[in-house]
């Protein structure tokens, strides 16, 4: 059964620039997919795509159940979209963005505006909410932003670069926001450049580059398929280092590295978990004492790195 | 094929989407929104009226003296002339100006995305542009006749008439808000759509009828200038109005001003508009 978001070979060009180069998503209900990529790896125009703000070259894609080329009135109906570039009227108050969007999806007046007092209250811009927009704080803006994408309680969330150019306090409030949508049930893309989010926010992962996805999974198992695993130790009594350092080599697939003055030791490592507990027990069936011992995974940035050939593609996001 | 059949959004409180009254209410709803964008930055309103009045001032200060209009009257008669000239040219100015750069600048700041994004009829966003000109428009309009009136301008032919010569004016501003907003779509920046503006809109509105008459012009500009659609409004309002009008030639726009410009501001509107709402649903592709 197709997911609640699902793609199949989606192709854009513009021109002869292609943007998107035969993408196939599938999100499940409920579940968060983060799209991660360099700039110009042609995340933005998947999303415009997705929520029907162009058409695709050739392939096929559902929202919701609903077609995107046969009916995106009914997939604008369902999906929520909040953008790289935060959408709200800087004219208008914060309340008025959230009433207008209320009445653009059809809710009657006393409706958008019950609506709109309840999300300004949940995205704690109830102090703001009677400002123009253009005199608030970029995380504000987002939230408002965020408050708009959400007046009707869409079934499929769109978000684009969400925390693009906050500060890291705004970005905590925003991710904090995110996933009470998801604990909700809310099914959620989000793009990202910052894999800090998409490790916090998304279940699954798709890592797109130069248009096409070249890898997918949860964060942990792209943090597995790069291997490079490690286990760092700490020894109590420097004076048994030696005894630790060809312990270590028995397990390790390298010679380990040793700083002797503090009594940190380091090796690769195939076998993960399993392999740690096996080496734990070793320790204690020879006596050596350990402050600190740990299996420690690549980040997503090493895996990231690893994947699109640490050469980023290095054009602008497109932007149409 | 199973699919996942989405919730749809709070039925009780959704207006059945689609149809004519959904649209309606869009529009309403967009109109709204500009004339509240339009009342956000009055200096911007008030500076954009200050600028035409200065022009009047001016012509009938310092140059209403050196035109004589046949028939007598002297400088007096000239303002009078002069003054429909003004209300068509303001009115164009006001109107393709503030449409090109607003959806310029909606498309800009991401606006047009969030709109498009929303379950709203195609056209709902560019109705609501041209009916927030209309608003502005009127505001103009009562702007010009008071400033009209302080230079000596009157009507002589009774209200009626002279409300018929306002509604064809408002249609003409109408008409030419979907030229600003083909325009702002094509360029993309509000920048771009300013200066873009002035490359048609002051031959559009100079060669006319409005401040000479096109008697004095070699034959294909004064073509040019009887068959224009701004000549052919100011013809008609001159007539509705009473105002002294210069006419020495016979050529059919001139003899028919206020069909002709009816004409012309349909005409415009009709395909301005067709090609704005088909440009609007592919913008960005």
Known sequence: MPGAIHAEGLVKEFGKVTAVAGVDLDVPEGQVLGLLGPNGAGKTTTVRLLTTLLRPTSGTATVAGHDVVRSPEKVRRAIGLSGQFAAVDDRLTGRENLRMVGELYGMR????????????????????????SSTYSGGMRRRL??????????????????????DPGSRLMLWEAIEKLAAEGTTLLLTTQYLEEADRLADNIAVV????????????????????????????DVARIEDATSLLLRFGKAKPTVDGDSGRLSVAVDGGANLLSEVIHE???????IDDIGLRRPTLDEVFLSLTGGTPANSDEEKR | MTVAVAPEPTAQ??????????????????????????????????????????????????????????????????????????????????TAGNSSIGMANDIQRGMVDRFRSLPISRAALLNGRAAADIVQNCLVIV????????????????????????????????????????????????EAAGSGNFLWLFPLTFLSNAFVTPSTLPAVLRFAAEWNPISATIQACRNQFGNPSLMQTHTFPMLHPALVSLLWSVGIAVICRTLAVRKYSSVGA
């Open chain 2, 13 to 94: 409180d959704v207006l059945a989407a689609g149809g004519t009254l959904k649209s309606l209410r869009d529009t309403w709803v967009i109109t709204k929104r500009n004339t509240l964008r339009m009342m956000r930055i009055p200096e911007a309103l008030l500076l954009g009226m200050a600028q035409p009045v200065v022009f009047v001032l001016l012509f009938a200060y310092i140059f209403a003296g050196t035109f004589t209009v046949p028939g007598g009257g002297g400088s007096m008669a000239y303002r009078e002339y002069m003054m429909p000239g003004f209300f068509a040219q303001t009115v164009a100015f006001v």
């Open chain 2, 143 to 190: 702007v010009m006749v008071i400033c009209a009136v302080v230079v000596g301008w009157r009507i002589h032919r009774g209200l009626g008439h002279a409300i018929l010569g306002f509604l064809l004016l408002l249609v003409l501003g109408y008409a030419l808000s979907w030229v600003g907003v083909l325009i702002g779509m094509a360029v993309r920046t509000p």
């Open chain 1, 145 to 166: 932003d965020l408050a708009a994408a959400l007046v009707v309680r869409p079934s499929v969330m769109f978000l684009d670069e969400p925390s693009a150019g906050l």
């Open chain 1, 283 to 289: 320790l204690a069936a020879t006596g050596i004492e």
């Open chain 1, 109 to 132: 007046s006393r409706a958008a505006r019950d609506r709109t007092s309840e999300l300004l209250d949940q995205f704690d811009l109830n102090g703001a909410a009677d400002r123009r």
């Open chain 1, 209 to 236: 580059d130069r248009g096409q996805v070249i890898a997918r999974g949860t964060p942990g198992q792209l943090k597995a398929q790069t291997g490079n695993q490690s286990i760092e130790m700490t020894v109590r």
